[in-house]
């Protein structure tokens, strides 16, 4: 029962992840495009464009790096783990879900304190907070080390069961 419940809240995180990153790629395409416009149509290009596209990147990032773990499309180098026989390739996989776990949660702490740090200090531009580039990276670190928990969670309950989240092979 509770590991339904986690795989139901993965589900909806997941999708809020995904629609998130599109809204945001979304913005990406007005705010650049905007800039575009002003600059080369009218010669009065904004100020603040430039900033909030980063800003926009950032948080895409992130937010989207996480929904590509839940995916299992996650960064990888598996070509000799695809060749283990299944235990030991569940074995390091486990091994994998565990180190990315423990990474992703000091990341999740080390982003919490430089978004302290630079809580004070506005951008130049649109004078928002400089921390807003650094609460994208606690999200993310913390969405993507809950999805390998998960992953590591499942992969403990239920041995048999097919390997979940293998990333996916492009042929």
């Known amino acids: 029962m509770a590991l339904r419940l986690l795989r139901a809240t993965e589900a909806a995180l997941g999708r809020a992840e995904e629609l ?5 790629v979304a913005a990406l395409l007005v705010v650049v495009n905007l800039q575009i416009f002003a600059r080369y149509l009218f010669h009065a290009p904004f100020i603040w464009p430039e900033e909030v596209s980063r800003l926009l990147l950032v948080w895409m990032t992130f937010i989207g790096g996480a929904a590509l773990t839940r995916r299992g499309a996650d960064l990888a180098v598996d ?7 299944r235990l030991p390739k569940r074995l390091v996989l486990m091994l994998r879900d565990a180190v990315m776990v423990v990474v992703f949660v000091i990341i999740c702490f080390e982003g919490f304190e430089l978004a302290k740090a630079v809580n ?3 951008l130049v531009a649109t004078g928002l907070p400089t921390a807003l580039l650094a609460w994208p990276v606690i999200i993310g670190a913390a969405l993507t080390s809950f999805h390998c ?3 590591l969670i499942v992969e403990i309950a239920d041995p048999r069961a097919e390997i979940p989240h293998t990333p996916k092979v492009l042929t």
């Open 20 to 24: 998130v990153a599109m809204v945001l």
């Open 79 to 85: 070509t000799f783990i695809e060749m283990l026989p």
């Open 120 to 122: 004070g200090m506005p």
């Open 149 to 151: 928990a998960l992953r």
